[in-house]
């Protein structure tokens, strides 16, 4: 079959060098990897044009946090190029795959995807550069260290004679590659740690950027999905001879023992088929499971005896029960969905000798796994083609279930593309949620005011119970300790406690969790920061103060502690009515930390301004950087005031943004952004600084008011963001 996509006029067939020994079904998508002589390839990582067009590739995926721009900055760095001459396009993972994975790893969570590929892609650049070089070399006939390259020039100074890369890129493609590849000293950057426009803005701006959403595919169909409402619950039966002869419907298919789908000539009409279908489901044991029962369930684990230890010195529950005196707290985290603007979905072709699927994921190399294993097929025989994502968030790496339904579907019409899309209901009630987690801490303070221990128990569900149980090692979950951990370059804990104790109960509802923005250190930088004010407090030591006595031994931390109070203005008296908060956490590789002013009138509070400071080792794209952090924001304070997910008989009540709401322009704070990159380490930036907003936000609010508020939403607690 030959489909010729409809949705660009640069869009075009081209075979695809990954589908060696069967038939190939690839289809040219705004960005996707082109097999044309008329470009050379000067190694996986560069093409070049004959017209100067450097086009960079990029494995790593493109949800709006500007990962394509920073990793093409750094190939471009060592390539020496051009920058106003840069474009990229994406391999695909099959194509990396049959290429002995030169282009390394799809994977783009954990904030992994600048600095998971640092040292991959400046190779990349500087081995097209030396290539480059040598070709130019071998042409005028001296030697390739008499040369140079900059802006996308090659230039042989004794003798004045220059080329460009476009024209010995032909040339340089018919190299060896060099095996010994120097990189640049940081002290001679040009393009890494500079402001330059995104790649993908203007494409974004004028409406031609494809999503998963938008591919469209000749003969193309629809399809729309549902699955038992209560998770684990599966069908019993539903009449297709109900909807069979509605207008545009195709087939009815069930989907394993837990969805149906309806596919049909429009998506619209596959969905209102399936809402008339009779569907009787079979909710099983978890439709008696609700908010309540899954609290309980965490409560008693506050106090359970099966627990694994994440970090611990001295012994912190024998000086505690000696304490001159002790000080306790419960805070609870709800689950959060992650609501992307773009529904899940997918497309997928099955001929039953390949199968080929387009989608948005933050994972291709598993979605690729995916698609052979529900298609039943070698993996070399199919392919992922991803393209830009609608928002991500955890959610698109946390699980490949919709690719595996539309492969599904796909297989009972041969030969035919299926599009299956998830309504918004679908998509929020059927989430691999951010998991449900309370903390009892119990502070202890010698007769001189000193604290001298702290118990952290955490009780809560596990992400890796739910996406990946191998990782899971004697019934250690490493996610759950984010920002505990002793040391280390990844979550070290900021604090020097003379007796520590953190240990965790793992308690697991039948809802799945997952990755969401930031993980487990959205609730624990609210456990640790908010605790350590409530003790300042109850010492009667300022905040800052306070935690400077506890943060000598991690110098890193306490920098970005004491940037961001400098600059929120800690210690100096505020505008009336506006009231301060501190936070501070190291995460994803990076240190950041929070000055949050807020005021509150009644139950409404307005959070004026947020000051961030942030290390992550290096900044590649500093502006970047700085919308990074206010998008990040976004989010922390939508999850604090306005997120969380309930359950009642089972099922997840919030079906759509009227009742699981977003933040709105109004409502959101001046960002000032404090970056101060040490240098020496590569940390994240996409994830880090949203842990410290909420905490901030609520030690400020306890500074407005009075009151600690431990469980979450706030809005489920009588305040209003206003």
């Not at 992922?384 to 955890?394: A, C, D, E, S």
Request: proline share 5%.
């Amino acid at each position: 079959m030959n489909f010729q996509p409809k949705f660009d006029r640069r869009s075009f067939i081209v075979g695809s060098a990954a589908a060696a020994g069967g038939l190939c079904l690839a289809f040219r998508i705004p960005g996707a990897i082109a097999d044309a002589v008329s470009e050379p390839e000067v190694n996986a990582w560069v093409v070049i044009k004959p017209d100067e067009t450097v086009i960079i590739r990029i494995a790593r995926s493109e949800m709006g946090q500007g990962t394509l721009t920073g990793l093409a900055q750094m190939v471009a760095e060592e390539l020496e190029c051009d920058w106003s001459k840069v474009t990229y396009e994406f391999p695909t993972p099959g194509q990396n795959a049959a290429r002995n994975h030169v282009w390394g790893s799809f994977f783009t969570a954990g904030s992994q995807g600048i600095r998971g590929s640092v040292d991959l892609v400046r190779s990349g650049g500087a081995a097209a550069r030396m290539m480059l070089i040598e070709a130019a070399a071998r042409r005028w006939g001296v030697a390739a260290s008499e040369c140079s390259a900059a802006q996308g020039k090659i230039v042989h100074a004794s003798s004045r004679r220059s080329t460009t890369f476009g024209a010995v890129a032909s040339a340089a493609a018919k190299l060896a590659p060099p095996t010994h590849i120097p990189l640049k000293d940081p002290k001679d950057w040009k393009l890494i740690g500079k402001d330059v426009k995104r790649l993908d803005t203007p494409d974004k701006t004028q409406g031609k950027t494809i999503f998963g959403i938008d591919i469209r595919l000749p003969g193309m169909l629809y399809a729309a999905f549902s699955a038992c409402p209560v998770n684990g619950g599966k069908i019993k039966r539903f009449d297709a001879t109900k909807i069979a002869t509605n207008t545009g419907v195709k087939k009815i298919v069930q989907i394993e023992d837990y969805g149906v789908a309806v596919v049909a000539d429009s998506w619209w009409r596959a969905k209102t088929a399936l809402d008339a279908l009779p569907i009787e489901w079979d909710d099983g044991a978890n439709a008696k499971v609700s908010s309540s029962s899954i609290d309980a369930v965490l409560k008693e684990g506050l106090d359970a005896n099966d627990v694994v230890v994440g970090n611990q010195s001295g012994n912190a529950k024998a000086v505690l029960a000696n304490a001159a005196e002790t000080f306790e707290a419960v805070y609870s985290y709800p689950y959060q969905a992650h609501a992307t603007m773009e529904p899940m979905n997918a497309t997928a072709l099955f001929t039953g000798e390949r199968c080929e699927v387009w989608c948005s994921t933050q994972n291709g190399d598993a979605a690729l796994a995916v698609v052979a294993q529900a298609a039943g097929l070698r993996p070399e025989r199919c392919d992922v083609h991803k393209t830009f994502l609608g928002g991500g968030f955890g959610r698109r790496s946390s699980s490949q279930d919709y690719v595996r339904q539309a492969v599904l579907i796909a297989k009972q019409m041969p030969g035919i593309p299926i599009k299956m899309l998830w309504s918004r209901e679908e998509d929020m009630t059927h989430d691999w949620y951010h998991p449900i987690t309370q903390c009892k801490m119990i502070a202890g303070f010698d007769k001189d005011n000193n604290l001298i221990a702290i118990h952290y128990r955490i009780s809560g569900q596990s992400i890796f119970a739910s996406i990946g149980p191998t990782q899971i090692r004697n019934g250690l979950d490493p996610v759950t300790f984010s920002g505990f951990s002793a040391g280390g370059n990844e979550d070290a804990f900021g604090y020097t406690i003379p007796n520590l104790l953190v240990d965790y109960a793992m308690r697991n509802p039948h809802l799945h969790s997952g990755f969401w923005r930031g993980v487990t250190i959205n609730h624990n930088a609210i456990f640790i920061e908010c605790f350590m004010d409530e003790l300042a407090s109850h010492a009667g030591i300022d905040a800052l103060e306070f935690r400077r006595k506890l943060m000598g031994n991690h110098p890193k931390h306490l920098a970005v502690l004491n940037a961001a109070a400098e600059r929120g203005g800690w210690g100096k008296p505020a505008p009336a009515g506006i009231f301060r908060g501190l936070a501070q956490a190291m995460v994803f590789g990076s240190y950041v930390a929070a000055c949050a002013e807020v005021s509150v009138v009644g139950n409404n509070v307005k959070v004026h301004r947020i000051v961030a400071a942030t290390d992550p080792g290096y900044a590649v794209n500093p502006g970047q950087i700085e919308r990074q952090v206010a998008g990040s924001f976004v989010y922390g304070l939508t999850g604090l005031f306005l997120g969380g997910i309930t359950v009642k008989d089972g099922k997840v009540e919030q079906q759509n943004f009227d009742s699981y709401d977003m933040m709105r322009i109004r409502q959101m704070p001046k960002v000032e952004t404090v970056l101060m990159p040490s240098g020496g380490f590569w940390g994240g930036v996409g994830e880090p600084t949203i842990c410290v907003a909420a905490p901030a936000v609520l030690n400020a609010i306890a500074a407005a008011t009075g009151k600690r508020y431990r469980t979450f939403p706030l809005q489920a607690q009588g305040l209003s963001l206003v």
